[in-house]
């Protein structure tokens, strides 16, 4: 059985990692950034990481790339590799792009400003 909470702004049930209602579309509090890791990982971690963000079941966000890829000829595609380079695969890591400038930027001998996160109790 799948674990749930409640929409803090519509009430109803939604599963307890989404990070936006399905049914009000609302933020969930405490929701954290999207990020490629956890469970349910397949090749890049995109499609589970979209289907978190946006509270879908993950085989129907596989489905709708699939369908993007026939449809747009291979387009898709593009926009899936652009997704994992901005988007890091821990919720405290840095995604590839950010990695890539900060060594760009060490070489150069440029400071580059690490993130910093703040964790709410």
Known sequence: MEETRQCVACRMDI??????????RER????????????GRVVG???TALA???????????LAFVLA?????GTALGVYLLLWVLT???????????RVMGWVGKVAGTPVEEPRWERRV
Not at 15 to 24: G, I, L, S, V, W
Not at 52 to 62: A, E, N, P, S, T
Not at 69 to 73: C, K, Q
């Open 15 to 24: 599963r307890a990692d989404a990070t936006k209602c399905p049914h009000c």
């Open 28 to 39: 969930q509090p405490g929701a954290e950034p999207m990020n490629r890791g956890g469970p």
């Open 45 to 47: 971690g995109v499609c």
């Open 52 to 62: 978190r963000q946006l509270g879908l079941d993950v085989g129907l966000v596989r």
């Open 69 to 73: 890829l026939v449809v747009t000829g």
């Open 88 to 98: 890091p695969a821990t919720a405290a890591g840095r995604a590839p792009v950010q």
